[in-house]
């Protein structure tokens, strides 16, 4: 049983910056990729960043230079901060991770989500 476990998000103003973090746990046996998606109200969800086991990141392009995606193994934790928000930023976002479990093959779990306002 592994569960995602999201916070950080709220409501900020312009300019603004918040920093999201998602640890996993359970019954852990590694933990590879990691990545953030998110989804605005009418849109489909969509990859914001991504860091993989060996610390490469990727990044949409919409958020380079003002995200940063960073993870802390000995957490199982993953990090977004977020820093220049803008309002088309606002969303809820989710983490994701591919995981191995205890008996199990890897696979992908998913945060329950967590909303991110830039507003006014």
């Known amino acids: 049983q592994v569960q995602l476990v999201e916070s950080g998000g709220g409501l900020v103003q312009p300019g603004g910056s918040l920093r999201l973090s998602c640890a996993a746990s359970g019954s852990i046996v590694s933990v590879n990729g990691m990545a953030w998606y998110r989804q605005a109200p009418g849109k489909e969800r969509e990859l914001v960043a991504g860091?993989?086991?060996?610390?490469?990141?990727d990044y949409a392009d919409p958020v380079k230079g003002r995200f940063t995606i960073s993870r802390d193994n000995a957490k199982n934790t993953v990090y977004l901060q977020m820093n220049s928000l803008k309002p088309e930023d606002t969303a809820v976002y989710y983490c994701?991770?591919?995981?191995?479990?205890?008996?199990?093959?890897?696979?992908?779990?998913w945060g329950q989500g967590t909303q991110v306002t830039v507003s006014s």
């Open positions: 994701n991770a591919l995981v191995t479990a205890l008996y199990l093959n890897p696979r992908n779990y």
């Open positions: 860091i993989t086991g060996g610390g490469r990141t």
